[in-house]
């Protein structure tokens, strides 16, 4: 819930943008307000030179900002204490969309190993519920793997996040590792994962089959450098 950070996520020009671990309605309206340009916010002007405008070529940016058209605001309720301010936070002018987090309220309470703990889904089915009853925002979900879709919508969610990109990539990388995996071969098999895209969000992921001989000569990082260069984390699947 930084200012900054939302004032650069809006500049690139997004449909919509998801705030996490809010906890009381005045959190909220801090979020609230940096998705507005003033007197309705606190978001920096720099609409003529950023992608979200067409870099100034877009001479309904402004209009559709200030009419709150096309963008969505999700907040994310995360931790016990947020569950019981629902109502409020709801209520806040500019907010849209309360979205349940299951993993991050069931470490709220205890559970962090334990997200489908009964404690945890009482706690969770409050707070759809309270979202439900508060009206005027939608409902968000994230479906887990005791918790399907077909569920979230049946307790009347009206979006619910699926598949994660990196997991997905992960999966079909372990697969062919393997369908590729030759034990007669003296070979490291590894994920390779680019690190310096780790911060947008993105990640390249390569499968890699590396000779016994190279391993110890192949260096990686975790942090991204100024030279542009790719830096890699790597995991060992052996």
């Known amino acids: 819930n930084d200012p900054a ?8 020009g997004p449909d919509g943008i998801m705030i996490p671990m809010i906890e009381s309605a005045s959190q909220a309206a801090m979020a609230a307000s940096a998705c507005r340009y003033p007197p309705r916010g606190i978001r920096g002007a720099a609409h003529p030179v950023v ?15 200030e009419q709150d058209q096309e963008f969505l605001v999700i907040l994310q309720i995360e931790t016990e204490a947020a569950v019981g301010c629902i109502s409020e936070i709801a209520a806040v002018d ?10 991050d309220l069931s470490a709220s309470v205890g559970y962090l ?31 887990m793997r005791d918790d399907p879709p077909v569920d979230l919508f049946g307790r009347g969610c ?9 997991g997905m990539f ?25 690190a310096s895209l780790y911060e947008f969000r993105h990640a390249y992921m390569h499968v890699c ?23 890699w984390d790597a995991m060992k699947v052996d």
């Open 5 to 12: 950070l939302i004032k650069k996520t809006l500049d690139l």
């Open 51 to 65: 992608r979200a405008s067409r870099y100034g070529l877009d001479p309904d940016y402004l209009s559709r900002c």
């Open 94 to 103: 500019g907010v849209d969309c309360l979205m349940v987090g299951p993993t």
């Open 113 to 143: 190993h334990n997200p489908g703990h009964m404690r945890v889904k009482e706690l969770q089915h409050k707070a759809e519920k309270a979202v439900l009853s508060a009206g005027g925002v939608y409902l968000a979900g994230f479906a």
């Open 158 to 166: 009206h979006m619910v996040s699926g598949a994660v990109d990196i």
């Open 170 to 194: 992960r999966d079909v990388a372990l697969a062919d590792v393997k369908a590729n995996k030759v034990s007669s071969l003296n070979l490291h098999h590894c994920l390779l994962f680019d």
């Open 209 to 231: 089959y590396i000779d016994h001989s190279l391993w110890k000569y192949l260096i990686f990082c975790s942090q991204g450098n100024e030279s542009g260069l790719h830096c």
